[in-house]
C-alpha cells in the first residue's frame, strides 16, 4: 500500500484538510481497486467507506465525549 505523507503544515494552516485529502486519496484508491479486483462492485465499496468512515466519525465523537464526562467526573471528586 502506498504511504501516507506526513502533513507538510501546521495544524492552524487553512489548507491542513484539502491537503490531508490529497494525501489519502492515492491509498483509500488502492483499497477500492483491491476491493473492486476481489468482486465487489465499485459503488457498494464507495458507499462501505462512507459508512465505515461514518462510524468512526460517530465512535470518535462518543469517545470524545465519554473522555471528557470522565475528565469532569474526576474534577468533582478531587
Known amino acids: 500500500m502506498t504511504d501516507v505523507p506526513s502533513p507538510s503544515v501546521p495544524?492552524?494552516?487553512l489548507n491542513r484538510h484539502i491537503l490531508c485529502q490529497m494525501a489519502?486519496?492515492?491509498p483509500?484508491?488502492?483499497?477500492i481497486d483491491t476491493a473492486v479486483k476481489a468482486g465487489w462492485g465499485?459503488?457498494?465499496v464507495l458507499t462501505a467507506i462512507i459508512?465505515?468512515?461514518?462510524?468512526l466519525v460517530l465512535a470518535h465523537g462518543?469517545?470524545?465525549e465519554l473522555d471528557a464526562l470522565?475528565?469532569?467526573?474526576?474534577?468533582?471528586?478531587?
Do not use: C, G, H, Y
Open 62 to 64: 462518543s469517545n470524545s
Open 42 to 44: 465499485e459503488a457498494e
Open 70 to 78: 470522565l475528565k469532569a467526573l474526576k474534577r468533582n471528586t478531587e
Open 51 to 55: 459508512e465505515v468512515a461514518d462510524n
Open 11 to 13: 495544524p492552524d494552516d
Open 24 to 26: 489519502i486519496e492515492f
Open 28 to 31: 483509500l484508491q488502492e483499497i
